[in-house]
């Protein structure tokens, strides 16, 4: 997987949280961007990374 703001592909991973994680959401290590795939379309869901 790459990232859809910086096209790194090497730290992007399921987004972890004290309480748990979200199946569906990824985050970048390299930019920040958290995004989603929602029916096809990626979706970025911070405007820090933009």
Do not use: F, R
């Amino acid at each position: 997987m790459h990232c859809p703001i910086c096209k790194s592909s090497k730290n992007v991973e399921i987004d972890m949280h004290a309480d748990g994680y979200a199946k569906d959401l990824l985050e970048c290590d390299e930019c920040g961007a958290i995004w989603t795939d929602y029916l096809g379309k990626i979706v970025l869901l911070n405007d820090q990374a933009a």
